[in-house]
């Protein structure tokens, strides 16, 4: 597949880019004319969002072959970092009120906290890899996973409470809602609420697109293919690691940064383990090594578990027949049920290591039977 | 699977469509509630407040055309991150009032998206003082934590406590503030208090009550989560502590007196409503649950009436007043007309302040019987 | 000083036991597939809840004991057929996401069928008495708990040392391709491995819920994630490393959460500053100290990578 791949046509890539503008076009136009309590929103806004974390986390699993399971850490981080310096000042009072306000009195801009919140997670991450990234596979999933857990009672220890509220929620922050052009009586003159989100998660995806078809990105995937290999290829193991790691989390930690605009509140205690789970699946589904698979499945599965699959929560009665099973957390099972699937019977997920542009490159050869 | 899961999305998308097809307008009122987690047990009795009085009084008089109320349910699982999801679900369904939560952390949580909708909320049992701060689509029926701290230090003190051990739950709004107004009120008696906190989902309370002993504590504070206090309580029993364990409302619950009931201990609670108050109330809602055997089950298997399901049967009357008071299904206006709304509710007298918040000057104090497995009335506390 | 402690030290050596019987099925398991098995500790709730259901059922204990174990190994077996086998020849992280995949299944279908909401344990009589041992009160399981852990790991290093399908898994753990051309069949041993772990989960199960009652769905992660680590501590694949990790995690972890009070007693500490917080991180904290310095842990074999 990949070796009739390489002979690149532009034709796809530009069909690829005009596909993805008439997807930002269709959101802001959609914006405008559907009422903005429709489920469609949450739905793009959280898979906006999620789209960024898994690209992230794809970097390192797909790309790097460096089995991270810290991404609900870094993702805190640059939640926590976000909000810290962006509630505003009149609002202090009232959210750090066991701690007078906290010691941060101050604002950041908005894209000004946001990459902050990327800077300081990529930060914590170079500390983490100084010690993790010598590790093997899944001694090193384990290492991260842990290094979530500490990251996650730091930020929650008492003692740290003037900066970050301790344990206590931290909220009344900018969120996306605050992105509507309003007019003087406070009027929705323009819906922006869910186009801007597109265009910050659209952009970091794009860097790291271009990260990977850069030389570091080659790199990256030599180690990925052989570590012994690369090293005698004269690649230097422990600094790309490194800086795959870096970089994977400075995304997590913007992606983080979303999420709390997303969720309009943040609590250390929602970023637990499950979180970077359903991340790491999502990436499964998507395809492990494809960045437009991440981004894919990401919409998909926000899209099922906000709302598609939602009525198998509920009792359905079709006339007089009541649907049997169908209760609270049924949702839940079906869906992990096909996750299943997907992990034993579809290994390549829904594109493989394909991307959006290969979708439009002629088949020479059928592709060979998956799993 | 593609095909299969294409067709999937076309009967999710064409199900809402089926439903409903009556010749009455439906008004729709959302209950944003924990049907599952550390919460579940707590909210799912509160929600049955709600259907009880749903299914007494189905219709509704709104100007001069009659409606039918519709509840619709939201799960918002008892913690904070799915909290969003639940409140989405209800803004997106179109509400019109929306009733909840049992706990202060979702209401906080879930917030913003009622206020960006410009619906308004009535809580039901969340105590926290930030629920309705600093906004005006939130009202709460119950009092709130500064007070409730209050009459449970005072009633610490009054059995002769001068160290209190607290115990809460980390990131758990409701118990850090609760525990912290504790604090306040009890150290202005003179008193001294010494604070912990364990992580979500811990089970291992030995160690906290071994704490609690080496400090001396003559009473142990924990307003925690059901799931946590019957697992503080039974291990306590089973330690054989000497202090008492007090609590605040959410541990008014048969769950509690169960994990009490046989055992050398003493549960003192804090509390919005007291079986008995209210004959006709206690009788009609226990002849319901006895009938309804679904009900039955997300009461905790008895028919032990528990304070929050009393606060959720007024909270869907105040809503009534509200809808009546608007004159239309519309949440803007309805949020207008809440301030002045007033009515007689089981469990007391209920009038909104200027930050929405009711107006009440008493609490009911509640310990569990450990031979009857029921609860006792001890006193009814008041502030000055 | 030590009225202080002690009462942390009887909670951390019985938490300590039944981590450690949660820990042999992981050090078991990564001994011979170099998978960690994530959804281990989901099989510990798990067998919790059948507890609970087939208590409820009006089974009488005597025989809902052995079923409850009988099936708690079945599930592990049936995992292992379901999700592990297809994938004996794919990459270790295909393995360990379909361990997550199980995982998350495991405790959907559990949130499914208790409706998300906390289940109390029933109450084993004699053992879940309370009982006063050195001026501490406390349940009769807690003193129970390190002496029948360490009846059924003499139990167990006796089958693999004695017996022929011992023998079979230590040579499997050793290496695995050569083995299997030695005739052994590796599949049976796998499955073996599966139930035993299995089965000692359910005795720590029964333990561990009899001394703090309610089972939820998110019940198995924490103490599975901590078994773990004590495997690892240990020196992965190391029975007795597990056992001996699994105490110190226990009794540390237990220490942690009374240390403001110790410290605070013996005057080092002005005032309590909260480091319960840490409790859980603490056992991490632990974890990336042994990986970076000794990654065999304290009892493992050194391991070389071939390419």
């Given at each position: 597949?990949?070796?009739?791949?390489?002979?690149?046509?532009?034709?796809?890539?530009?069909?690829?880019?005009?596909?993805?503008?008439?997807?930002?076009?269709?959101?802001?136009?959609?914006?405008?004319?559907?009422?903005?309590?429709?489920?469609?929103?949450?739905?793009?806004?959280?898979?906006?969002?999620?789209?960024?974390?898994?690209?992230?986390?794809?970097?390192?699993?797909?790309?790097?072959?460096?089995?991270?399971?810290?991404?609900?850490?870094?993702?805190?981080?640059?939640?926590?970092?976000?909000?810290?310096?962006?509630?505003?000042?009149?609002?202090?009072?009232?959210?750090?009120?066991?701690?007078?306000?906290?010691?941060?009195?101050?604002?950041?801009?908005?894209?000004?906290?946001?990459?902050?919140?990327?800077?300081?997670?990529?930060?914590?991450?170079?500390?983490?890899?100084?010690?993790?990234?010598?590790?093997?596979?899944?001694?090193?999933?384990?290492?991260?996973?842990?290094f979530a857990e500490i990251i996650r009672a730091i930020f929650q220890w008492n003692q740290l409470g003037p900066l970050t509220n301790g344990s206590n929620m931290l909220r009344l922050f900018p969120n996306f809602n605050d992105f509507n052009i309003r007019n003087a009586d406070g009027q929705v003159t323009v819906y922006l609420s869910t186009l801007i989100p597109f265009l910050i998660s659209g952009l970091c995806i794009a860097l790291i697109v271009m990260l990977i078809h850069s030389?570091?990105?080659?790199?990256?995937?030599?180690?990925?293919?052989?570590?012994?290999?690369?090293?005698?290829?004269?690649?230097?193991?422990?600094?790309?690691?490194?800086?795959?790691?870096?970089?994977?989390?400075?995304?997590?930690?913007?992606?983080?940064?979303?999420?709390?605009?997303?969720?309009?509140?943040?609590?250390?205690?929602?970023?637990?383990?499950?979180?970077?789970?359903?991340?790491?699946?999502?990436?499964?589904?998507?395809?492990?090594?494809?960045?437009?698979?991440?981004?894919?499945?990401?919409?998909?599965?926000?899209?099922?578990?906000?709302?598609?699959?939602?009525?198998?929560?509920?009792?359905?009665?079709?006339?007089?027949?009541?649907?049997?099973?169908?209760?609270?957390?049924?949702?839940?099972?079906?869906?992990?049920?096909?996750?299943?699937?997907?992990?034993?019977?579809?290994?390549?997920?829904?594109?493989?290591?394909?991307?959006?542009?290969?979708?439009?490159?002629?088949?020479?050869?059928?592709?060979?039977?998956?799993? | 699977?593609?095909?299969?899961?294409?067709?999937?999305?076309?009967?999710?998308?064409?199900?809402?469509?089926?439903?409903?097809?009556?010749?009455?307008?439906?008004?729709?009122?959302?209950?944003?509630?924990?049907?599952?987690?550390?919460?579940?047990?707590?909210?799912?009795?509160?929600?049955?407040?709600?259907?009880?009085?749903?299914?007494?009084?189905?219709?509704?008089?709104?100007?001069?055309?009659?409606?039918?109320?519709?509840?619709?349910?939201?799960?918002?699982?008892?913690?904070?991150?799915?909290?969003?999801?639940?409140?989405?679900?209800?803004?997106?369904?179109?509400?019109?009032?929306?009733?909840?939560?049992?706990?202060?952390?979702?209401?906080?949580?879930?917030?913003?998206?009622?206020?960006?909708?410009?619906?308004?909320?009535?809580?039901?049992?969340?105590?926290?003082?930030?629920?309705?701060?600093?906004?005006?689509?939130?009202?709460?029926?119950?009092?709130?934590?500064?007070?409730?701290?209050?009459?449970?230090?005072?009633?610490?003190?009054?059995?002769?406590?001068?160290?209190?051990?607290?115990?809460?739950?980390?990131?758990?709004?409701?118990?850090?503030?609760?525990?912290?107004?504790?604090?306040?009120?009890?150290?202005?008696?003179?008193?001294?208090?010494?604070?912990?906190?364990?992580?979500?989902?811990?089970?291992?309370?030995?160690?906290?009550?071994?704490?609690?002993?080496?400090?001396?504590?003559?009473?142990?504070?924990?307003?925690?989560?059901?799931?946590?206090?019957?697992?503080?309580?039974?291990?306590?029993?089973?330690?054989?502590?000497?202090?008492?364990?007090?609590?605040?409302?959410?541990?008014?619950?048969?769950?509690?007196?169960?994990?009490?009931?046989?055992?050398?201990?003493?549960?003192?609670?804090?509390?919005?409503?007291?079986?008995?108050?209210?004959?006709?109330?206690?009788?009609?809602?226990?002849?319901?649950?006895?009938?309804?055997?679904?009900?039955?089950?997300?009461?905790?298997?008895?028919?032990?009436?528990?304070?929050?399901?009393?606060?959720?049967?007024?909270?869907?009357?105040?809503?009534?007043?509200?809808?009546?008071?608007?004159?239309?299904?519309?949440?803007?206006?309805?949020?207008?007309?809440?301030?002045?709304?007033?009515?007689?509710?089981?469990?007391?007298?209920?009038?909104?302040?200027?930050?929405?918040?009711?107006?009440?000057?008493?609490?009911?104090?509640?310990?569990?019987?450990?031979?009857?497995?029921?609860?006792?009335?001890?006193?009814?506390?008041?502030?000055? | 000083?030590?009225?202080?402690?002690?009462?942390?030290?009887?909670?951390?050596?019985?938490?300590?036991?039944?981590?450690?019987?949660?820990?042999?099925?992981?050090?078991?398991?990564?001994?011979?597939?170099?998978?960690?098995?994530?959804?281990?500790?989901?099989?510990?709730?798990?067998?919790?809840?059948?507890?609970?259901?087939?208590?409820?059922?009006?089974?009488?204990?005597?025989?809902?004991?052995?079923?409850?174990?009988?099936?708690?190994?079945?599930?592990?077996?049936?995992?292992?057929?379901?999700?592990?086998?297809?994938?004996?020849?794919?990459?270790?992280?295909?393995?360990?996401?379909?361990?997550?995949?199980?995982?998350?299944?495991?405790?959907?279908?559990?949130?499914?069928?208790?409706?998300?909401?906390?289940?109390?344990?029933?109450?084993?009589?004699?053992?879940?008495?309370?009982?006063?041992?050195?001026?501490?009160?406390?349940?009769?399981?807690?003193?129970?708990?390190?002496?029948?852990?360490?009846?059924?790991?003499?139990?167990?290093?006796?089958?693999?040392?004695?017996?022929?399908?011992?023998?079979?898994?230590?040579?499997?753990?050793?290496?695995?391709?050569?083995?299997?051309?030695?005739?052994?069949?590796?599949?049976?041993?796998?499955?073996?491995?599966?139930?035993?772990?299995?089965?000692?989960?359910?005795?720590?199960?029964?333990?561990?819920?009899?001394?703090?009652?309610?089972?939820?769905?998110?019940?198995?992660?924490?103490?599975?994630?901590?078994?773990?680590?004590?495997?690892?501590?240990?020196?992965?694949?190391?029975?007795?490393?597990?056992?001996?990790?699994?105490?110190?995690?226990?009794?540390?972890?237990?220490?942690?959460?009374?240390?403001?009070?110790?410290?605070?007693?013996?005057?080092?500490?002005?005032?309590?500053?909260?480091?319960?917080?840490?409790?859980?991180?603490?056992?991490?904290?632990?974890?990336?100290?042994?990986?970076?310095?000794?990654?065999?842990?304290?009892?493992?074999?050194?391991?070389?990578?071939?390419?």
């Amino acid at each position: 597949m990949n070796a009739y791949a390489k002979q690149k046509s532009r034709v796809p890539v530009i069909l690829s880019f005009l596909i993805i503008l008439a997807v930002y076009v269709a959101v802001f136009i959609a914006e405008q004319n559907l009422p903005p309590t429709s489920m469609l929103f949450t739905v793009l806004k959280k898979g906006a969002t999620y789209a960024l974390v898994a690209v992230s986390m794809n970097l390192l699993n797909g790309f790097t072959g460096i089995f991270s399971l810290g991404q609900a850490g870094f993702m805190l981080v640059g939640a926590y970092t976000y909000a810290i310096f962006t509630i505003p000042l009149s609002q202090r009072a009232s959210v750090y009120q066991y701690f007078d306000g906290g010691i941060v009195q101050f604002t950041l801009p908005v894209p000004l906290a946001m990459i902050l919140a990327g800077l300081v997670a990529a930060f914590f991450a170079f500390l983490i890899g100084l010690p993790v990234l010598r590790l093997k596979s899944d001694y090193l999933a384990i290492a991260t996973l842990g290094f979530a857990e500490i990251i996650r009672a730091i930020f929650q220890w008492n003692q740290l409470g003037p900066l970050t509220n301790g344990s206590n929620m931290l909220r009344l922050f900018p969120n996306f809602n605050d992105f509507n052009i309003r007019n003087a009586d406070g009027q929705v003159t323009v819906y922006l609420s869910t186009l801007i989100p597109f265009l910050i998660s659209g952009l970091c995806i794009a860097l790291i697109v271009m990260l990977i078809h850069s030389g570091y990105g080659r790199a990256f995937k030599a180690i990925r293919d052989d570590e012994i290999a690369a090293e005698a290829m004269g690649i230097n193991l422990a600094h790309h690691k490194r800086l795959a790691f870096s970089i994977s989390s400075f995304f997590a930690g913007i992606g983080g940064a979303m999420l709390a605009m997303y969720q309009t509140t943040v609590q250390a205690k929602s970023f637990t383990s499950a979180m970077t789970y359903e991340i790491l699946l999502i990436v499964v589904i998507g395809g492990v090594g494809s960045v437009t698979g991440s981004v894919f499945s990401s919409f998909l599965f926000v899209a099922c578990s906000e709302w598609w699959l939602r009525f198998l929560d509920e009792k359905q009665i079709i006339g007089d027949f009541e649907v049997p099973l169908l209760r609270n957390g049924f949702r839940l099972v079906v869906f992990s049920v096909i996750i299943m699937i997907v992990v034993l019977f579809f290994r390549r997920g829904i594109m493989g290591t394909k991307e959006l542009p290969d979708l439009f490159r002629k088949r020479r050869i059928k592709p060979g039977k998956e799993g | 699977m593609k095909k299969f899961l294409s067709l999937l999305l076309v009967v999710a998308l064409l199900l809402p469509c089926i439903a409903l097809a009556e010749d009455m307008p439906v008004v729709k009122i959302g209950v944003f509630e924990p049907a599952s987690g550390d919460s579940g047990a707590g909210g799912k009795q509160e929600t049955l407040g709600m259907q009880y009085a749903n299914q007494e009084t189905p219709t509704v008089t709104i100007g001069d055309t009659e409606y039918k109320v519709e509840l619709v349910y939201a799960d918002n699982g008892s913690t904070p991150d799915k909290a969003p999801s639940a409140a989405q679900q209800l803004v997106s369904q179109q509400v019109s009032v929306v009733l909840g939560s049992y706990g202060s952390g979702v209401s906080i949580a879930g917030s913003q998206y009622f206020a960006d909708a410009n619906i308004p909320v009535i809580g039901v049992t969340c105590t926290n003082p930030q629920v309705t701060l600093g906004n005006d689509h939130y009202f709460r029926i119950c009092f709130l934590d500064p007070f409730q701290g209050t009459v449970l230090a005072n009633y610490a003190k009054s059995l002769g406590a001068t160290t209190a051990y607290c115990l809460a739950e980390l990131g758990n709004d409701y118990d850090v503030g609760l525990v912290n107004y504790f604090q306040q009120a009890f150290e202005a008696l003179g008193g001294m208090v010494i604070t912990d906190t364990f992580p979500t989902g811990n089970s291992d309370f030995t160690s906290y009550l071994n704490n609690a002993v080496n400090y001396g504590a003559e009473v142990f504070f924990c307003p925690v989560s059901i799931a946590y206090s019957t697992q503080i309580v039974e291990q306590a029993a089973a330690q054989g502590v000497t202090f008492p364990i007090l609590g605040g409302d959410t541990l008014d619950s048969n769950v509690v007196v169960n994990a009490a009931k046989g055992k050398n201990i003493k549960v003192i609670i804090t509390t919005f409503y007291q079986e008995g108050a209210n004959t006709a109330f206690d009788e009609g809602f226990k002849a319901w649950l006895n009938s309804d055997s679904e009900a039955m089950t997300n009461n905790g298997g008895n028919d032990m009436i528990s304070a929050v399901s009393a606060m959720g049967y007024d909270a869907y009357y105040t809503a009534l007043e509200a809808l009546k008071a608007a004159g239309t299904t519309d949440s803007a206006a309805i949020k207008a007309a809440l301030p002045a709304v007033t009515l007689t509710g089981v469990s007391g007298l209920i009038s909104f302040d200027e930050n929405g918040d009711a107006i009440r000057t008493s609490a009911y104090v509640k310990t569990v019987n450990t031979e009857t497995g029921d609860w006792e009335f001890v006193a009814e506390q008041s502030v000055d | 000083m030590w009225n202080t402690v002690f009462p942390y030290l009887l909670s951390g050596i019985s938490v300590g036991g039944q981590y450690a019987l949660i820990a042999i099925g992981y050090t078991m398991v990564y001994g011979i597939l170099r998978l960690i098995n994530f959804a281990h500790g989901d099989v510990f709730m798990v067998a919790g809840i059948l507890m609970v259901y087939i208590c409820a059922s009006g089974i009488p204990l005597y025989a809902s004991i052995p079923l409850v174990l009988a099936a708690t190994a079945f599930i592990g077996f049936l995992i292992e057929r379901v999700a592990y086998k297809p994938l004996r020849s794919a990459p270790r992280m295909s393995v360990m996401i379909s361990a997550i995949g199980v995982s998350y299944t495991l405790q959907n279908l559990v949130l499914y069928v208790t409706g998300g909401l906390n289940q109390i344990y029933p109450t084993i009589p004699w053992i879940s008495d309370s009982i006063s041992i050195l001026g501490a009160t406390t349940k009769r399981v807690t003193v129970i708990t390190p002496f029948l852990t360490l009846i059924l790991v003499v139990a167990l290093v006796l089958l693999i040392n004695r017996t022929k399908i011992g023998m079979a898994m230590r040579a499997v753990s050793k290496d695995f391709e050569t083995s299997q051309l030695m005739g052994i069949k590796i599949n049976t041993v796998i499955s073996t491995t599966f139930v035993i772990g299995s089965f000692l989960a359910g005795v720590g199960s029964m333990l561990y819920f009899t001394n703090y009652t309610t089972v939820i769905q998110t019940s198995g992660a924490m103490p599975g994630l901590k078994a773990f680590v004590a495997a690892v501590f240990g020196g992965i694949g190391s029975i007795p490393g597990a056992v001996i990790g699994a105490f110190i995690i226990g009794i540390m972890e237990n220490i942690i959460k009374g240390l403001d009070v110790i410290l605070f007693k013996s005057g080092i500490l002005a005032r309590p500053v909260g480091l319960a917080t840490f409790s859980d991180a603490f056992t991490f904290a632990l974890l990336i100290i042994i990986l970076v310095v000794k990654p065999t842990g304290l009892f493992g074999e050194k391991t070389t990578d071939k390419v």
